[in-house]
């Protein structure tokens, strides 16, 4: 999932979230879906680490750590 910081960053920043988009060759209709969760976004997706590393993110600090399921 994409991380609060990352959300917050792409709406705050001077550059509309369409321009980034573009600008590391995915259609702005994809980055929505990908941050609104219509599609599921896997932990480390090169996309979203280049929109992040415009935005000044880390790439750790793009996606909420990963949820564990070991159950011990």
Known sequence: MVSQKF???LKLSEKPAYKLA????????TLSKLTTGY???KHG???LIK???LLGLSPNE???PPISTDTQ
């Not at 573009?22 to 209709?29: A, E, Y």
């Open 7 to 9: 959300q917050q960053a």
């Open 39 to 41: 599609l599921r976004v």
């Open 45 to 47: 997706d090169e996309r």
């Open 22 to 29: 573009w600008s590391v060759g995915i259609h702005p209709n």
């Open 62 to 64: 793009v996606f909420d």
């Open 51 to 53: 929109i992040g590393s």
